[in-house]
């Protein structure tokens, strides 16, 4: 994100209920904290920070970049894996190896 970017509040409604969002920003910044709606809270998150937060459930966005650039390592899971192993209960990539491995 580069300082005139801020990333609108919204709710990860694909994502699954169950499991939280991790965030880890990264780069030379200043600006740019999460805000989490429900809580009214801004956290300062500062390279390297790392936050678990349930983004399904809790509106979300960022404040504006005010110097450099933030990155960061959004983790989640979807809907649409949870669907697919219902759907395919016993995928190859799951299965053990003959042997044990």
Known sequence: MTPDSILQHHQDWKD???APNAVVPYGDYDGGDLVLWQAKCILELRPSDALLFMGSLIC???????RGVRNSVNLFTHKSIIDWIKRNPSPSILKKRKGGQ
């Open 60 to 66: 979300h966005g960022n404040t504006k970049i005010t």
């Open 16 to 18: 699954i209920r169950s």
